[in-house]
């Protein structure tokens, strides 16, 4: 019950890591779809639509599944992953349910002119710059915004639950952001609501409940659900033990 406590964001961060590809100018260049930036915000399923946005995402900016370090495991949805096991095939980094993140954060890097090796590490430009929009959104400083490895390699953040919501609240209405921020932050919860089932996929609690309702609904790893309400406020629950 303590809102000013420390949560780590997790995968409940992608659509603040996804505002780059807005602010930088990437998804114009390169004519990212909205379906894509939906995937580029998700952690998806791995079903046959998510894996085809991540290879176009990949295509479009000259890159190739070899260049995702988003780690390797199997399918988060059973029949996809047992269509792999039928097939004989291994999991691969795209089966990934960050790796529609990760393929952004490489077309950021290839439109940028960023070093595409070593996109994952926190002192890299784009990952500077993820952190300074976190604490933009957010209302915090910087240097308040804790910083640890999340699983698929890239940073994860950590930040007040009040400051979190606020920041939902925030992308969910453009209100509260300064100017160069709202068109992006209006485009990647328009992408998100279009698409919800590119946000994770069947059976999701995140898809479902954006079908369902007019919400901007992330969940992350560890117990983290984050909402946006268009109408003006941001809830944020985590689950600790």
């Known amino acids: 019950g303590d809102t000013e406590a420390y949560v780590y964001l997790r995968s409940a961060a992608k659509p603040f890591q996804a505002l780059p590809l807005i602010l930088s100018g990437t998804a114009a260049a390169f004519g990212f779809t909205d379906k894509e930036l939906a995937v580029a915000c998700a952690s998806h ?8 946005a991540v290879r176009s995402i990949l295509e479009k900016a000259g890159l190739s599944e070899d260049d995702l370090q988003s780690g390797v495991h199997p399918p988060m949805y059973g029949p996809a992953d047992a ?17 529609g993140k990760h393929s952004g954060m490489l077309a950021v890097c290839v439109h940028k002119g960023y070093e595409t090796l070593d996109y994952r590490d926190p002192g890299h430009p784009l990952q500077r710059r993820i952190l300074g929009l976190i604490a933009e959104v957010c209302g915090v400083e910087e240097d308040e915004v804790l910083i640890a490895g999340d699983n698929c390699g890239v940073p994860a953040f950590a930040l007040p639950l009040r400051s979190f919501a606020t920041g939902l609240a925030r992308m969910a209405t453009g209100e509260e952001l300064p100017d160069h921020l709202v068109e992006a932050a209006l485009r990647i919860r328009d992408a998100m609501r279009a698409h919800p089932f590119m946000v994770a996929g069947t059976e999701r609690f995140d898809t479902e409940l954006m079908e369902q309702t007019h919400l901007l609904v992330k969940g992350g790893a560890e117990a983290v659900l984050a909402v946006g309400n268009p109408e003006g406020w941001g809830m944020v629950l985590k689950v600790s033990d």
């Open 45 to 52: 399923n791995a079903e046959e639509p998510h894996l085809a």
């Open 83 to 99: 269509k792999l096991i039928r097939r004989g095939e291994e999991p691969r980094p795209i089966h990934s349910n960050c790796s």
